[in-house]
C-alpha cells in the first residue's frame, strides 16, 4: 500500500446533500493518511450501468493499489451483498448489483483475482438504519483496508457475484456495430467501440478506408474537436481510444437526439 494510500469515490449522490462528505470523514476518521480522489458523484440516479461504464473509464489512471469505492445502490438495505473484489493492480468496493461488471471483465485474467463477500461486520461502523451503506459499510472497509488489513479479513471468497449485461460490438460482413454507453456533460456521446480491437480483428482497417455511420448520417473521422469548425455531428477517436460521436461547441446529444443504446456502424468503404 502506498504512504498515502488513494481510495477513489463514485456516487450518485450528487453535491448537494452532504453525504458524499461524510464518506470522506468517516474514512479520514479512521485513517487520516488516506488520499481521497473523486472520479464522480454525478451518476444518474440508480443508474448502475453508468456507473459501470464510468469507473471502467477511469480505474486504470490510478496508482497500482488504488482502492475504488463505487456506490450507486438502489438495493441498499436489501438482500444484495457488499463486495471487496481484489486485482493484481487494483481494490474496488461496493455493492453486488453488477456495478463492476466491465471491471471485472477486464480483470480477470489477473494472476490475483478474488471476489470477497463482506461480512466482517466488527469492520462496519454503528449503523443507525440500513439506507446508508456508503457511510457504514464501504467507506470503513476502505478505510481499514488503506490501513493494511488484509482482504482475506473482511470476509469469505464468492464465485456466485452479479453481472449485468453489456453490450458487445460485433462484426457483421464489412462492418462493426456498437453503441452509445455514456454520454458526457458535453453533450458528446462515448460509443463502445475501441479502435484498437478493431484493427486486432480486422488490420485492414485504416482511417482511409472506413466511415462511422450512426442513423442516416455517414461521418468521416476527425483528429481532435476543432478540427471541424462544422456544427453538423462529427466523431473522433477519444483519448481512451472509443469512437465519440460530437458536434463542435455544441451537444451532439441533445441536437440529434443521441441516447443511450443508440447504435453507431463502423462500415469499410
Same mark, same amino acid.
Given at each position: +500500500?502506498?504512504?498515502?494510500?488513494?481510495?477513489?469515490?463514485?456516487?450518485?449522490?450528487?453535491?448537494?446533500?452532504?453525504?458524499?462528505?461524510? +464518506?470522506?470523514?468517516?474514512?479520514?476518521?479512521?485513517?487520516?493518511?488516506?488520499?481521497?480522489?473523486?472520479?464522480?458523484?454525478?451518476?444518474?440516479?440508480?443508474?448502475?450501468?453508468?456507473?459501470?461504464?464510468?469507473?471502467? +473509464?477511469?480505474?486504470?489512471?490510478?496508482?497500482?493499489?488504488?482502492?475504488?469505492?463505487?456506490?450507486?445502490?438502489?438495493?441498499?438495505?436489501? +438482500?444484495?451483498?457488499?463486495?471487496?473484489?481484489?486485482?493484481?493492480?487494483?481494490?474496488?468496493?461496493?455493492?453486488?448489483?453488477?456495478?463492476?461488471?466491465?471491471?471485472?471483465?477486464?480483470?480477470?485474467?489477473?494472476?490475483?483475482?478474488?471476489?470477497?463477500?463482506?461480512?466482517?461486520?466488527?469492520?462496519?461502523?454503528?449503523?443507525?438504519?440500513?439506507? %446508508?451503506?456508503?457511510?457504514?459499510?464501504?467507506?470503513?472497509?476502505?478505510?481499514?483496508?488503506?490501513?493494511?488489513?488484509?482482504?482475506?479479513?473482511?470476509?469469505?471468497?464468492?464465485?456466485?457475484?452479479?453481472?449485468?449485461?453489456?453490450?458487445?460490438?460485433?462484426?457483421?460482413?464489412?462492418?462493426?456495430?456498437?453503441?452509445?454507453?455514456?454520454?458526457?456533460?458535453?453533450?458528446?456521446?462515448?460509443?463502445?467501440?475501441?479502435?484498437?480491437?478493431?484493427?486486432?480483428?480486422?488490420?485492414?482497417?485504416?482511417?482511409?478506408? %472506413?466511415?462511422?455511420?450512426?442513423?442516416?448520417?455517414?461521418?468521416?473521422?476527425?483528429?481532435?474537436?476543432?478540427?471541424?469548425?462544422?456544427?453538423?455531428?462529427?466523431?473522433?477517436?477519444?483519448?481512451?481510444?472509443?469512437?465519440?460521436?460530437?458536434?463542435?461547441?455544441?451537444?451532439?446529444?441533445?441536437?440529434?437526439?443521441?441516447?443511450?443504446?443508440?447504435?453507431?456502424?463502423?462500415?469499410?468503404?
Amino acid at each position: +500500500m502506498l504512504e498515502r494510500p488513494i481510495i477513489t469515490l463514485t456516487t450518485d449522490f450528487g453535491h448537494r446533500d452532504p453525504f458524499v462528505g461524510i +464518506m470522506k470523514g468517516v474514512i479520514l476518521e479512521i485513517n487520516p493518511k488516506a488520499c481521497i480522489v473523486d472520479i464522480s458523484h454525478e451518476i444518474a440516479p440508480h443508474n448502475i450501468f453508468e456507473a459501470a461504464q464510468v469507473i471502467n +473509464m477511469a480505474y486504470k489512471y490510478f496508482p497500482s493499489t488504488t482502492l475504488h469505492v463505487v456506490v450507486v445502490d438502489p438495493q441498499v438495505g436489501g +438482500m444484495r451483498k457488499p463486495l471487496l473484489v481484489v486485482t493484481d493492480d487494483y481494490y474496488f468496493i461496493g455493492p453486488d448489483n453488477g456495478v463492476f461488471t466491465a471491471v471485472l471483465e477486464n480483470q480477470h485474467k489477473s494472476s490475483i483475482f478474488k471476489v470477497i463477500k463482506i461480512d466482517s461486520s466488527h469492520y462496519y461502523r454503528s449503523q443507525k438504519g440500513s439506507t %446508508f451503506h456508503g457511510r457504514d459499510i464501504f467507506a470503513p472497509v476502505a478505510a481499514w483496508l488503506s490501513r493494511g488489513v488484509e482482504s482475506f479479513k473482511f470476509g469469505e471468497q464468492i464465485k456466485d457475484h452479479v453481472q449485468i449485461s453489456l453490450p458487445k460490438v460485433e462484426a457483421v460482413k464489412d462492418s462493426f456495430e456498437g453503441e452509445v454507453v455514456h454520454i458526457d456533460s458535453f453533450g458528446n456521446a462515448i460509443t463502445n467501440i475501441i479502435y484498437e480491437a478493431l484493427d486486432e480483428l480486422s488490420p485492414e482497417f485504416t482511417r482511409k478506408k %472506413f466511415k462511422v455511420v450512426y442513423k442516416d448520417h455517414k461521418l468521416d473521422l476527425a483528429n481532435y474537436y476543432a478540427e471541424t469548425q462544422d456544427p453538423e455531428l462529427s466523431v473522433l477517436i477519444n483519448s481512451s481510444g472509443l469512437f465519440e460521436l460530437f458536434t463542435y461547441h455544441g451537444k451532439a446529444s441533445e441536437k440529434y437526439g443521441i441516447k443511450i443504446g443508440d447504435k453507431v456502424r463502423i462500415t469499410v468503404i
